[in-house]
């Protein structure tokens, strides 16, 4: 069974840092693409960024410039470094990753931006 767990949540003040990792059980992990998304209270789970097998990367627009999505391969691990929070960017964030029809998500990881 493919294992897929995220790390680096946390208590943050705003205009702080985090970097959330995720790792997975997956052999050919080069192979498949991985994204962040998050869901705060009351709300639908939502793309935070992808980054494909090629190293391109999306972002959705509330955290372009904030937000940074890489993969290490031979690790292997996604990350997610995360600059100038603000309040909004409190929720629960989950590591996927996919390969056509396969689609694998982590357990997630709280992160909170309050003073």
């Known amino acids: 069974q493919v294992q897929v767990v995220e790390s680096g949540g946390g208590l943050v003040q705003p205009g702080g840092s985090l970097r959330l990792s995720c790792a997975t059980s997956?052999?050919?992990?080069?192979?498949?693409?991985m994204g962040w998304y998050r869901q705060a209270p009351g709300k639908q789970r939502e793309l935070v960024a992808t980054i494909l097998t090629t190293g391109s990367t999306n972002y959705a627009d509330s955290v372009k410039g904030r937000f940074t999505i890489s993969r290490d391969d031979a690790k292997p691990v996604m990350s997610l470094q995360m600059n100038a929070l603000k309040p909004e960017d409190t929720a629960v964030y989950y590591c996927?990753?996919?390969?056509?029809?396969?689609?694998?998500w982590g357990q997630g990881t709280q992160v909170t931006v309050s003073s």
């Open positions: 996927n990753v996919a390969r056509g029809l396969e689609v694998y």
């Open positions: 997956i052999s050919i992990f080069n192979l498949y693409r």
